[in-house]
């Protein structure tokens, strides 16, 4: 018997990828050898079968891996149930949890990096409002020192991105 695959961030993130690639969703349909209806509901539900949104994940050239948690000896709880029980609102790992779906206990550092890869204004500036934007510039720095072809790919991007970011908050501070 088949099980349900239930993690509507990641099935979101294939989502993201394709519409990304101008994939519309006959074509991506097609290219995992599913039916445009059964997309259509996986993506309103936001679960399907494991096989589906694995052929999902090929079909946007999204790459999944399933990597090993910390031994629950050393572990610390999931962040979401640390906030929960604090009484504090959702910090930016709980409100972008695409960014690092494989690992939620990543500590804040791989969280501003993935933002900073795959740059999206509001995430960006979400993170600055965080973690302020000169973390954000100083991680940038670091991914920028020794540029790999993704960090060459996002380079433009996510220099304008700060840059009017910067630009906004020293106006907002006058």
């Given at each position: 018997m088949a099980t349900q695959?239930?993690?509507g961030a990641l099935i979101a993130e294939i989502?993201?990828?394709a519409a990304r690639k101008n994939?519309?969703?006959?074509?991506?349909?097609?290219?995992?050898?599913?039916?445009?209806?059964a997309l259509s509901r996986i993506k309103k539900r936001g679960s399907a079968r494991l096989s589906a949104v694995?052929?999902?994940?090929?079909?946007?050239?999204?790459?999944?891996?399933?990597i090993p948690e910390a031994?629950?000896?050393?572990?610390?709880?999931?962040?979401?149930?640390?906030?929960a029980a604090a009484g504090q609102p959702k910090r930016f790992r709980d409100r972008h949890p695409e960014l690092v779906w494989s690992n939620r206990g990543?500590?804040?550092?791989?969280?501003?990096?993935r933002a900073l890869l795959?740059?999206?204004?509001?995430?960006?500036?979400?993170?600055?409002r965080e973690f302020g934007i000169g973390r954000l510039e100083r991680e940038w720095e670091m991914l920028t020192a020794s540029p790999n072809s993704e960090v060459r790919r996002a380079q433009p991007v996510t220099s304008r991105?700060?840059?009017?970011?910067?630009?906004?908050?020293?106006?907002?501070?006058r």
């Open positions: 695959f239930d993690d989502f993201r990828a994939l519309s969703q006959k074509v991506l349909a097609s290219r995992a050898e599913l039916s445009e209806e694995l052929k999902l994940a090929r079909a946007a050239g999204v790459r999944v891996a399933i031994s629950h000896s050393t572990a610390s709880p999931p962040i979401s149930e640390r906030h990543a500590d804040d550092a791989v969280y501003i990096q795959d740059p999206r204004f509001t995430t960006l500036l979400d993170a600055a991105i700060l840059r009017n970011i910067r630009c906004g908050f020293e106006q907002a501070s």
